[in-house]
C-alpha cells in the first residue's frame, strides 16, 4: 500500500519563506543581511525554491566517466617510463606528460607502457610536425587515444611570444599538421592561466571561450574536440556551475562552425590558493576541488600534490594525490551517479547566471576585435590584473582567509631549509611581442615576508 507521507503538510511557497526571514531579522534589511554578492557581481540568496526555477541548463555531466590523471614531467626518459609504470599500476587511470624539447625519444617513452584504450595527454612547449606524425603513428599502434593540447595562443599569453616555427606561422602549422595526422586530437584551450593569474569566474568562462573561438576561426579544419586545461578554487558550488557552464557555452558557440564540435575537460586543483606553509591544508583545498570537479563534470582530474610549490616530484607526493582521488572514486563513489547535480535549485541558477555574464563578455570580446585582439593591446591582462588587485585585497585585509597562512599561523613553522624550488613568481628578461600573463599566488608576498624573518 503507498503511502501519502507528505499529504497533510501544505506546500510553502518561496514568497512565504521570505516572509518568514524578513520577519526573523527584525527590521534589518534582507537585500543587505542575507544577500551575498560574489566577485562576480552574482547576488547569492539565503534560499533556493523550484517556483523561482524557470531556467535550467541544459548540460549533462557523467561523474561516471571522469578519468583519474596522472602528471608527468619527462625530463629523465627511464625515469618517467618507470614512474608512469607505477602510477598506471597504482591506480591511475591516464597520463598527462609535459615534453620540453622535441629532441624526446617519445618512442622509448612510449613503448613498454600499457596504453590500449587509454587517454594520454601530451602538454608540448614545441610546435613539430614530425613530432606530432610519430605520436598519431604510435597512437594507432597502441590502439590509444592522444591528446596532443597544443596551443599556441595560450603560449603566446603565457611566455609572449609564439612558438617557433621554421617558414609558417603557427596556425599554418597547426593547419598542415592536421592534414597529416588522423587519430590524435590537436587543439588544447590553457582556461588555468586565467584563473591561476587572478581571473574571476566570469572571465574564465569568457576568456577560455574567446580563446578557442580564435582557433574556430583560423583553423580550417574544425577540430572534433578541444580540450580544455582547467584550473578549479574552492568556491565549491561556483567552480561546479564553472565547468558546466563552460561545457554548455562551448557547445553553443561551436555548434556555428561544426555541431559535432565537443570540450574535453581536463581539470586540476588551482595554485592561486595554495600554500607553503601549513602546507598539509592544501590537501583539504585539493580534495573539495576535485569534487567540484567532478560533480561539474570534468572528464579527467589531475590532482595537484599538497607539496608541489616547493618540492620536486616525489613519490609520496604523488600518491597522496591520486589516493585523494581513489577515496573519492571508489570509496566515497563519486562516479556512481550520472548527472549529479540535477535538481539542485542554486546550482541551477548558478551556472545560468554565470552563463549569461560570460556569454555576455564574450559577446564584446568579439566585438571589439577578438580574443587576440584584446590579448595583443594588453586589455585581457589589465581586466585580470584588476579583478586579482581585488582578490588580493580581501586577502590582505583577511576578508578571503587561508587558513594557517593569514588566520591561526603557526609562527613555529619553519620553511626555508626545505624549499627544492622556488614558490614564488620568476623573473625571466626576455624580448617579448606582449607583456606575458603572470600566474600568481595570494599569500605569495606573506611567505616571502616570514621567510626573510626565519
Same mark, same amino acid.
Given at each position: 500500500?503507498?503511502?501519502?507521507?507528505?499529504? !497533510?503538510?501544505?506546500?510553502?511557497?518561496?514568497?512565504?519563506?521570505?516572509?518568514?526571514?524578513?520577519?526573523?531579522?527584525?527590521?534589518?534589511?534582507?537585500?543587505?543581511?542575507?544577500?551575498?554578492?560574489?566577485?562576480?557581481?552574482?547576488?547569492?540568496?539565503?534560499?533556493?525554491?523550484?517556483?523561482?526555477?524557470? &531556467?535550467?541548463?541544459?548540460?549533462?555531466?557523467? $561523474?561516471?566517466?571522469?578519468?583519474?590523471?596522472?602528471?608527468?614531467?619527462?625530463?629523465?626518459?627511464?625515469?618517467?617510463?618507470?614512474?608512469?609504470?607505477?602510477? +598506471?599500476?597504482?591506480?591511475? @587511470?591516464?597520463?598527462?606528460?609535459?615534453?620540453?624539447? @622535441?629532441?624526446?625519444?617519445?618512442? &622509448?617513452?612510449?613503448?613498454?607502457?600499457?596504453?590500449? %584504450?587509454?587517454?594520454?595527454?601530451?602538454?608540448?612547449?614545441?610546435?613539430? =610536425?614530425?613530432?606530432?606524425?610519430?605520436?598519431?603513428?604510435?597512437?594507432?599502434?597502441?590502439? $590509444?587515444?592522444?591528446?596532443?593540447?597544443?596551443?599556441?595562443?595560450?603560449?603566446?599569453?603565457?611566455?609572449?611570444?609564439?612558438?617557433?616555427?621554421?617558414?609558417? %606561422?603557427?596556425?599554418?602549422?597547426?593547419?598542415?599538421?592536421?592534414?597529416?595526422?588522423?587519430?590524435?586530437?590537436?587543439?588544447?584551450?590553457? $582556461?588555468?592561466?586565467?584563473?591561476?593569474?587572478?581571473?574571476?569566474?566570469?572571465?574564465?568562462?569568457?576568456?577560455?571561450?574567446?580563446?578557442?573561438?580564435?582557433?574556430?576561426?583560423?583553423? #580550417?579544419?574544425?577540430?572534433?574536440?578541444?580540450?580544455?586545461?582547467?584550473?578549479?578554487?574552492?568556491?565549491?558550488?561556483?567552480?561546479?556551475?564553472?565547468?558546466?557552464?563552460?561545457?554548455?557555452?562551448?557547445?553553443?558557440?561551436?555548434?556555428?562552425?561544426?555541431?559535432?564540435?565537443?570540450?574535453?575537460?581536463?581539470?586540476? #586543483?588551482? &595554485?592561486?590558493?595554495?600554500?607553503?606553509?601549513?602546507? %598539509?591544508?592544501?590537501?583539504?583545498?585539493?580534495?573539495?576541488?576535485?569534487?567540484?570537479?567532478?560533480?561539474?563534470?570534468?572528464?579527467?582530474?589531475?590532482?595537484?600534490?599538497?607539496?608541489?610549490?616547493?618540492? &620536486?616530484?616525489?613519490?609520496?607526493? !604523488?600518491? =597522496?594525490?591520486?589516493?585523494?582521488?581513489?577515496?573519492?572514486?571508489? @570509496?566515497?563513489?563519486?562516479?556512481?551517479? %550520472?548527472?549529479?547535480?540535477?535538481?539542485?535549485?542554486?546550482?541551477?541558477?548558478?551556472?545560468?547566471?554565470?552563463?549569461? /555574464?560570460?556569454?555576455?563578455?564574450?559577446? !564584446?570580446?568579439? $566585438?571589439?576585435?577578438?580574443?587576440?585582439?584584446?590579448?595583443?593591446?594588453?586589455?585581457?591582462?589589465?581586466?585580470?590584473?584588476?579583478?586579482?588587485?581585488?582578490?588580493?585585497? +580581501?586577502?590582505?585585509? /583577511?576578508? @578571503?582567509?587561508?587558513?594557517?597562512?593569514?588566520?591561526?599561523?603557526?609562527?613555529?613553522?619553519?620553511? /626555508?631549509?626545505?624549499?627544492?624550488?622556488?614558490?614564488?613568481?620568476?623573473?625571466?628578461?626576455?624580448?617579448?611581442?606582449?607583456?606575458?600573463?603572470?600566474?600568481?599566488?595570494?599569500?605569495?608576498?606573506?611567505?616571502?615576508?616570514?621567510?626573510?624573518?626565519?
Amino acid at each position: 500500500m503507498a503511502t501519502t507521507l507528505f499529504d !497533510d503538510f501544505n506546500p510553502i511557497s518561496s514568497k512565504q519563506w521570505k516572509q518568514k526571514i524578513q520577519f526573523e531579522l527584525d527590521g534589518a534589511d534582507y537585500n543587505e543581511t542575507v544577500i551575498w554578492h560574489s566577485p562576480e557581481d552574482i547576488q547569492v540568496k539565503p534560499f533556493y525554491h523550484g517556483d523561482e526555477a524557470s &531556467k535550467t541548463a541544459s548540460v549533462k555531466t557523467e $561523474a561516471s566517466n571522469f578519468k583519474i590523471c596522472q602528471n608527468i614531467f619527462v625530463y629523465d626518459i627511464e625515469k618517467s617510463i618507470q614512474r608512469a609504470i607505477n602510477t +598506471l599500476e597504482r591506480g591511475a @587511470e591516464s597520463l598527462r606528460f609535459t615534453i620540453q624539447n @622535441e629532441k624526446t625519444d617519445v618512442q &622509448k617513452l612510449l613503448e613498454h607502457l600499457p596504453l590500449e %584504450n587509454r587517454i594520454v595527454y601530451f602538454n608540448l612547449n614545441f610546435i613539430s =610536425i614530425d613530432f606530432v606524425k610519430l605520436l598519431d603513428t604510435i597512437s594507432i599502434q597502441k590502439k $590509444a587515444i592522444f591528446y596532443c593540447n597544443l596551443d599556441p595562443i595560450g603560449y603566446f599569453a603565457r611566455e609572449g611570444n609564439w612558438f617557433t616555427t621554421s617558414d609558417k %606561422n603557427n596556425f599554418e602549422t597547426i593547419d598542415l599538421i592536421s592534414k597529416s595526422t588522423t587519430n590524435v586530437s590537436l587543439i588544447s584551450i590553457d $582556461a588555468g592561466l586565467y584563473q591561476n593569474a587572478g581571473a574571476n569566474i566570469t572571465q574564465q568562462i569568457a576568456y577560455s571561450l574567446a580563446h578557442a573561438n580564435e582557433y574556430l576561426n583560423r583553423l #580550417p579544419n574544425i577540430p572534433k574536440q578541444i580540450v580544455f586545461q582547467v584550473a578549479v578554487g574552492t568556491n565549491y558550488f561556483f567552480e561546479i556551475a564553472k565547468l558546466r557552464a563552460l561545457r554548455m557555452l562551448f557547445k553553443l558557440i561551436a555548434a556555428e562552425y561544426n555541431p559535432d564540435s565537443e570540450c574535453h575537460l581536463l581539470v586540476t #586543483p588551482t &595554485k592561486r590558493n595554495k600554500t607553503i606553509y601549513d602546507y %598539509n591544508v592544501n590537501m583539504l583545498r585539493t580534495t573539495t576541488e576535485c569534487m567540484s570537479a567532478i560533480l561539474g563534470g570534468a572528464d579527467a582530474v589531475a590532482n595537484l600534490p599538497y607539496d608541489s610549490l616547493y618540492h &620536486k616530484d616525489n613519490e609520496f607526493g !604523488d600518491r =597522496i594525490a591520486r589516493n585523494q582521488l581513489l577515496v573519492l572514486k571508489h @570509496e566515497s563513489y563519486f562516479d556512481k551517479v %550520472n548527472n549529479p547535480v540535477d535538481g539542485s535549485y542554486y546550482i541551477e541558477s548558478l551556472t545560468m547566471q554565470l552563463a549569461e /555574464k560570460s556569454l555576455a563578455l564574450f559577446k !564584446d570580446i568579439e $566585438a571589439n576585435g577578438g580574443f587576440l585582439k584584446l590579448l595583443n593591446d594588453g586589455t585581457i591582462k589589465k581586466k585580470i590584473q584588476e579583478s586579482a588587485a581585488k582578490e588580493q585585497e +580581501l586577502f590582505d585585509s /583577511k576578508k @578571503e582567509v587561508l587558513l594557517g597562512t593569514n588566520k591561526y599561523p603557526n609562527k613555529e613553522d619553519k620553511m /626555508k631549509h626545505d624549499l627544492e624550488l622556488f614558490p614564488f613568481v620568476k623573473i625571466k628578461p626576455r624580448k617579448t611581442l606582449i607583456t606575458p600573463i603572470i600566474e600568481k599566488r595570494l599569500a605569495e608576498k606573506l611567505e616571502q615576508e616570514r621567510l626573510e624573518l626565519e
